[in-house]
C-alpha cells in the first residue's frame, strides 16, 4: 500500500480514548512490529527507580507518555532532529522525546515515546542497541522495543553519543567524556575544558569531538590533538573506520579529515554554499566512496564523497536535521520532512509531507472537539470539525497579521483579535471586521456574554488606552482602565475582571479599576517594584485565580490573599535558552490547570503541585485551552497537540 493509503487508513482508526484524568492510550499501529531483538552488550540500565524500563506501544501517529497527540498537521509536523540506521532499521528522534522506527526500505513508521523529560540530542546505535542522549544527563538505551535509562553519574547535557556496542561515550561540559568501557563508567577529559557537542570514534582509543566555538578535537594514541576551523560550532561528526571523518556545522562550515593523516590534518570543504544564515546539521558517510551532509537552505543536500545526487524537487522549504544510509547506496534525509533516494532508481521520493497549515498559531479556544478555532500569522483562522479535523478556513497572506487569540461563546459567536485592527467577529457564515479607528493592536479577548467583552493590548504609546470593551453593539476604549500595555484579560463575571502586564496585575471590580499591588508585594524579588511582569491570567472563580510570571513563577488569589510559587517548583530546569517555565495558562477546573512553554514544555497542576508533562513536539508553545473532555496546545509550524481528558 502506498504510504498516503497506509495514513489514511491510520487516522481512520486512530483516536485517544480513557478515564477521565488521565491521559488516554494512544492509537496502536498496525503493519510490520518493532524488531525483535536479542538483549545488548552494551552498559546495563543503572537506576534506583523500580519499573524505569519503559515499554511504549508503537502508535500510528506521535503521542507523548502522559497522552498528548499530534492534532494538525496528520500524522504530524514534528521536525526530525537526527537519526541512525544500518541495513536493517532506521531510527530517528524528535519532538523531545519521540523516536519514530521503521524497516529500511519502509515507509511505514511506528512511533513510541522514550519517557524522557529533559529532551533528546543525539543518537547513534551498534547491532541491536541504539541510544539517545540529552539534556540534564539523559541516556537511554532502545533495546528490543523498550526503552532502558542509564545512570551515568552526571547532570551534564549530552549532545553527543556514539557506540560500537561495547564502549559507549557521550559528550559533556568542561571537556568531559563519559566513557562506559569494561563495565564501568570513566572520563576522558578534552584538556582545554571546552563545552562538547558531537562525537564520533573509530574505536575507544580514536575519539574525535567538537566544541561550540568551531574546534574539533582528537583524541590517538593517548594524546591530544585539536585544529580550529572557524567560530562557530559543528553540529554532527560521522566517518568510518576505513574512510575519511566529515564534521558539519554553522555558517556553511564542513571539514574532512583523511585516514592518512593523524592528529589536526583536518581541511575545509567548499561546496559552493557559502553564508552565515546557512547550516549544516548533519552528515552521514558509508565509507571512501559515499558521504553526504544535509542542512538548510538552497536544497541543504550536499555530496561529500560519490557520485553527485540529484536535485530534491518539489519539497516547499527544506531544513534537513539528519541522515543515514545503508549499504546498498540508500540514503534517507529527515527534518520537517522525510525523504528517500533509491540506489536501484537513483531518484528521491518524499515520503513524508505533512499537509495542513504551517504557519505559526498563537491562539486557540472552542467549547468543545466539534467546535475549536486555532487563530496565528497570515490572518490564518483553523476551524475543527470533529469527524473531519482542521481546515484553513481564513487566511489573508499579510506577514503583517498576526491574530493572537480567539474567544467562542457558542458555535455561531466567535471573536478573534490580533494586530494591524484585526476586531474578527463570527456570526456562523460570515467573519466581520468590528475595528475602529481607536483599535490598538491586541493581544487577548475575554467574553462573559454576548453583552460584555473586553480586549486589551497596547501600541507604541504605552500611556495611552489599551482596554477596549464591547457592549455586544459598539467597541469602545475604557478611558479609566489602567494604561499600558497587556498581555491577557479574563474574568469570571462583569464585577471580577483581571489584565496582566508589564506594568503587573489590575482588577476592575464593577465600580473601578485598580492596580493589584497586594500581587506585587507577594513576589519576593528585591526588583518586583519595576520587575513585575505578568504574563497571562486564568481562573476557574473569584477565589482561584492564576497569574504566570516573566521569571517562571506564578502568584495565585484564593479569594483573600496572593500566594507567590517561585520557579524552582514550578517548572524543571532544562538548561534551555529562552525557558522561562509557564507562560501562558487555562484549566479545566482549580485541580487541573495547564500552562505552555518554549522548547514543547508543558506543565499542569494537580490542585497542590506543578508537574511537567511529557510533550510530543519541540516547539515554541503560544497558548493553551482546556475543557472537561480534552486540552489543546498551539505553536510554531501549525502545531496542534491533544490531550483527551476522558
Known amino acids: 500500500m502506498a504510504a498516503g493509503g497506509w495514513w489514511a487508513l491510520m487516522l481512520l482508526v486512530a483516536g485517544c480514548g480513557g478515564s477521565e484524568g488521565s491521559p488516554v492510550s494512544p492509537p496502536t499501529a498496525t503493519g510490520t512490529p518493532v524488531a525483535s531483538i536479542s538483549p545488548p552488550s552494551g552498559p546495563p540500565a543503572q ?85 539517545l542522549s540529552g539534556r540534564r544527563g539523559t541516556l537511554v538505551r532502545f533495546v528490543d522495543g523498550c526503552f532502558e535509562p542509564i545512570d551515568v553519574g552526571s547532570s551534564d547535557d549530552f549532545f ?147 557520485d553527485p545526487l540529484p536535485a530534491l524537487e518539489n519539497v516547499m522549504e527544506p531544513s534537513w536535521h539528519a541522515v543515514s544510509g545503508t549499504s546498498t547506496g540508500d540514503i534517507t534525509v529527515l527534518g520537517t520532512h522525510v525523504a528517500r533516494y533509491d540506489a536501484k532508481t537513483k531518484q528521491w521520493a518524499v515520503e513524508h509531507d505533512p499537509s495542513g497549515s504551517r504557519v505559526y498559531l498563537e491562539g486557540i ?117 489602567p494604561a499600558g500595555y497587556w498581555f491577557d484579560v479574563w474574568g469570571s463575571g462583569p464585577s471580577d475582571v483581571y489584565l496582566t502586564g508589564h506594568k503587573g496585575v489590575a482588577h476592575f471590580d464593577g465600580k473601578a479599576w485598580r492596580l493589584v499591588e497586594e500581587a506585587r508585594e507577594a513576589f519576593p524579588e528585591p526588583q518586583r517594584k519595576t520587575h513585575f511582569n505578568a504574563q497571562h491570567v486564568w481562573g476557574s472563580g473569584p477565589k482561584d485565580v492564576f497569574v504566570t510570571l516573566s521569571n517562571g513563577g506564578v502568584v495565585h488569589f484564593d479569594g483573600t490573599s496572593w500566594r507567590y510559587t517561585p520557579p524552582e517548583q514550578t517548572h524543571l530546569k532544562y538548561s534551555l535558552p529562552n525557558d522561562g517555565g509557564p507562560d501562558e495558562i487555562f484549566g479545566a477546573r482549580s485541580d487541573a490547570v495547564w500552562s505552555v512553554s518554549n522548547h514543547g514544555l508543558i506543565y499542569r497542576f494537580d490542585g497542590k503541585t506543578w508537574l511537567h508533562e511529557t510533550s510530543a513536539s519541540s516547539t515554541q508553545f503560544a497558548n493553551v485551552w482546556a475543557n472537561d473532555e480534552a486540552v489543546y496546545a498551539v505553536g510554531g509550524g501549525g502545531t496542534i497537540l491533544r490531550r483527551a481528558l476522558r
Open 160 to 306: 553527543g553519543v556514539w557506540t560500537d556496542g561495547d564502549v559507549v561515550m557521550v559528550t559533556g561540559q568542561e571537556g568531559r567524556i563519559h566513557v562506559f568501557r569494561g563495565g564501568a563508567w570513566s572520563k576522558l577529559e578534552v584538556p582545554e575544558k571546552p563545552r562538547l557537542f558531537s562525537i564520533f570514534a573509530r574505536s575507544a582509543d580514536d575519539v574525535i569531538v567538537a566544541d561550540g566555538n568551531g574546534t574539533l578535537y582528537r583524541h590517538e594514541r593517548g594524546t591530544w590533538s585539536s585544529a580550529s576551523q572557524s567560530d562557530r560550532w559543528f553540529h554532527a561528526i560521522h566517518g568510518s573506520k576505513s574512510g575519511p571523518i566529515y564534521a558539519a556545522g554553522s555558517a556553511s562550515n564542513l571539514a574532512e579529515l583523511d585516514p592518512s593523516r593523524t592528529g589536526s590534518g583536518w581541511r575545509g570543504l567548499d561546496r559552493g554554499v557559502k553564508g552565515d544564515f546557512e547550516d549544516w546539521y548533519g552528515v552521514w558517510s558509508g565509507g571512501p566512496t559515499r558521504a553526504v551532509a544535509v542542512g538548510s537552505l538552497r536544497g541543504g543536500i550536499a555530496t561529500l564523497a560519490g
Open 365 to 481: 479556544g472552542g467549547k468543545d472537539d466539534d467546535h475549536m478555532f486555532a487563530v496565528g500569522w497570515e490572518g490564518t483562522i483553523l476551524q475543527r470539525d470533529g469527524t473531519r479535523g482542521w481546515k484553513v478556513v481564513r487566511s489573508t497572506g499579510n506577514r503583517s497579521d498576526y491574530l493572537r487569540d480567539v474567544w467562542v461563546r457558542r458555535p455561531d459567536h466567535v471573536w478573534v483579535v490580533g494586530s494591524n485592527k484585526n476586531l474578527l467577529e463570527w456570526d456562523g457564515k460570515t467573519w466581520h471586521q468590528r475595528a475602529t479607528s481607536e483599535t490598538p493592536h491586541l493581544n487577548a479577548i475575554w467574553s462573559h456574554d454576548d453583552d460584555l467583552a473586553y480586549a486589551v493590548g497596547g501600541g507604541a504609546r504605552l500611556s495611552g488606552p489599551s482596554v477596549m470593551r464591547s457592549d455586544g453593539k459598539t467597541w469602545t476604549l475604557v478611558q479609566d482602565a
Open 47 to 131: 537506576t534506583s527507580a523500580p519499573n524505569a524500563r519503559h515499554c511504549p506501544k508503537p502508535t500510528a501517529e506521535p503521542c507523548s507518555k502522559d497522552g498528548w497527540c499530534w492534532d494538525h498537521p496528520k500524522p504530524h509536523g514534528m521536525r526530525f532532529e537526527g537519526a541512525w540506521g544500518d541495513d536493517r532499521r532506521l531510527v530517528a528522534f524528535g519532538g523531545r522525546s519521540i523516536v519514530a522506527v521503521r524497516e529500511q526500505g519502509s515507509s511505514r513508521w511506528q512511533y513510541l515515546d522514550a519517557g524522557t523529560t529533559s529532551g533528546l540530542e543525539a543518537i547513534y546505535g551498534a547491532g541491536d542497541s541504539v541510544y
